[in-house]
């Protein structure tokens, strides 16, 4: 059987099992943030407190571990796939210096900086606002920091948020087209990389508030309201694809 035959070799069984699992977790931990972006956060701001509490300690809670554990895995797996291929050992400089590997270096740091969100700002900013409401349904007080820790993990979801549309296209766009495009000199690939990293520093150094403090014009422009960010995400990928893609590495 063909799925017992190469485990370990590129484009072998242990590579597409990678891929599946990938898949897997990926729709899991995306899902999950899309519906906390677009459902949970307009939701909660329509409910009474005692339900919305309840809901955090109930619903929100659930879900934050399958959103944690499914970022995990995504990230073990994405892993996976560049140790199956080589690319993280013998091929690794040969293949990220070309345009199919400059693609998936782009989605997988970004998706690692959106894993890292999930486990060092995300979760543990969240356990403070759950605690809080935890404290408060069993007649305790709450915790001071809950207001300041919700803003904190709600502005890590929204910039994943947007950076999720230019990540899961660099993700598809690996195999199935960046071949189209030109093997870059290295010169251009400079470019490409300046152009990739100012646009990651900016979105990760606004959502932590560090652009100015959580409250400045560009931090509330970008990540208030959820359609702003849709749109902001469209635009990165349109910077990323059409200037960083056709204009510079070219075809
Ligand atoms: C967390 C860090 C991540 C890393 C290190 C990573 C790594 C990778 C790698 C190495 C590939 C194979 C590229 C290729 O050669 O075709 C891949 C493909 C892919 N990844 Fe990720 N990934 C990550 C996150 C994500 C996330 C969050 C999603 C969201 C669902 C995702 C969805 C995909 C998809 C759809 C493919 C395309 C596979 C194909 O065309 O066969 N990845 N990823």
């Known amino acids: 059987m063909e799925i017992f035959s190469d485990w370990m070799g590129p484009g072998g069984a242990g590579e597409m099992l990678s891929r599946y699992g990938h898949f897997l977790s990926g729709i899991t931990w995306i899902g999950l943030l899309y519906y906390f972006n677009f459902v949970q956060v307009p939701a909660f701001a329509e409910m009474e407190a005692g339900a919305r509490s309840e809901a955090l300690r109930k619903v929100t809670f659930r879900a934050l ?8 895995l995504t990230f073990l797996t994405g892993v996976l796939i560049l140790g199956f291929q080589r690319n993280l050992g013998e091929n690794f400089s040969d293949y990220f210096a070309t345009q199919v590997g400059t693609s998936i270096a782009w989605g997988a740091l970004l998706a690692t900086t959106m894993f890292l969100n999930v486990w060092l700002v995300i979760w543990p900013n969240q356990k403070i606002v759950i605690g809080s409401a935890e404290s408060a349904a069993g007649g305790g ?5 809950a207001a300041a820790s919700a803003k904190k993990a709600g502005r890590a979801s929204r910039a994943n948020t947007m950076m999720s549309i230019p990540m899961l296209w660099f993700m598809g766009f690996t195999s199935h087209f960046s071949y189209r495009f030109a ?35 560009q931090a509330k422009l970008f990540w208030d309201k959820h359609k702003n960010t849709i749109v902001a ?19």
């Open 183 to 217: 093997d870059p000199e290295s010169g251009t690939l400079w470019a490409a990389w300046i152009l990739f990293l100012a646009i990651l520093a900016f979105i990760e150094l606004s959502a932590l508030g560090m652009l100015g403090g959580y409250d400045s014009p």
């Open 65 to 72: 571990w399958w959103f944690r554990m499914g970022a995990l």
């Open 141 to 145: 007080a709450e915790d001071p920091r």
């Open 233 to 251: 995400g469209f635009a990165t990928w349109a910077v990323l694809h059409f200037v960083g893609y056709e204009a510079i590495i070219g075809t």
